[in-house]
C-alpha cells in the first residue's frame, strides 16, 4: 500500500525585526540612550511631515510590524519611555520593540531621502556662505517646527534637556538628527542605525 505524503507546510517569511543584527551584549531591553535617540529621530521626522504621526502608524501596518507597535497608545507609550520626555514613562522598551521603532524610522527617512538631502545641502550652502538659515524656507521652517516640538515634549529640569538651552544649540541638534536619518537611508541602513545605538555597549 502507497503511503501518501502529508502536504509540507512552508516556512514562514522572516521577520523584519528578525533581520536585524544581535550583536554580543546588545541587551534584552534597550538603554536610555537607544530609547532617547529613536525617539529624537522620530520628533525629526515630526518636525520634517506634518503627518508624522500617523505616517509612523501607516508604516507599521506596512511593515506588518503591527504585533508590536499596537496602536496609537501603545507607540505614545514606547516614546514616551525616553527619559527626557515631560510625560516619561518609567517602563522598559523590549529589543524587539526598539527594533520595530528603528525600522518604522529607516522607512520613513526613505520616503524623505530628498528633502533630507536637500535641507543638509542648504544648511551647508548657508554656513559656508554666512547666512542666516531664514535664506531658506524649507530649512527655517524645518528647524522652527523642531525647536517647537522638543520645547513642548521634553522636560526643562532634565540635565540632558538643559544642554539644549538655545535656538543655536536645537539647530545643532536638529541638523545632526537629519544626518542620522540620511544615513538611515543607505544600504542595510535599518541594521546600522540599529547596531550604532549600542555603541560602546556591545562587544
Known amino acids: 500500500m502507497q503511503v501518501q505524503s502529508l502536504p509540507t507546510t512552508p516556512s514562514p517569511e522572516p521577520q523584519l525585526i528578525d533581520q536585524l543584527s544581535n550583536p554580543n551584549g546588545i541587551p ?10 529613536i525617539d529624537l529621530l522620530l520628533l525629526a521626522i515630526e518636525a520634517l511631515d506634518l503627518g508624522g504621526a500617523e505616517a509612523m ?11 508590536v507597535v ?6 505614545w507609550l514606547l516614546r514616551s519611555s525616553n527619559p527626557l520626555r515631560r510625560f ?7 529589543r524587539d520593540e526598539g527594533k520595530a521603532l528603528v525600522l518604522i524610522t529607516c ?6 531621502t530628498v528633502l533630507i538631502r536637500q535641507l543638509l545641502l542648504g544648511y551647508q550652502q548657508l554656513s559656508d556662505q554666512g547666512l542666516s538659515f531664514d535664506h531658506h524656507f524649507r530649512l ?6 523642531f525647536r517647537s516640538h522638543f520645547r513642548a515634549r521634553m522636560n526643562a529640569k532634565r540635565s540632558g534637556v538643559i544642554a539644549y538651552n538655545t535656538d543655536e ?4 541638534l536638529a541638523i545632526e538628527l537629519l544626518t542620522k536619518l540620511l544615513f538611515c537611508t543607505g544600504s ?9 545605538l549600542f555603541d560602546g555597549e556591545v562587544s
Open 57 to 67: 502608524l501607516a508604516s507599521a501596518r506596512e511593515l506588518g510590524l503591527e504585533e
Open 88 to 94: 516619561s514613562q518609567r517602563q522598559p522598551m523590549s
Open 169 to 172: 544649540k536645537l539647530n545643532e
Open 107 to 112: 522607512f520613513l527617512a526613505r520616503r524623505l
Open 140 to 145: 527655517s521652517d524645518y528647524l522652527a517646527r
Open 28 to 37: 534584552s531591553e534597550c538603554s536610555r540612550r537607544a530609547k532617547t535617540q
Open 70 to 75: 499596537r496602536g496609537r497608545v501603545n507607540l
Open 188 to 196: 542595510n541602513g535599518a541594521d546600522r542605525l540599529w547596531v550604532s
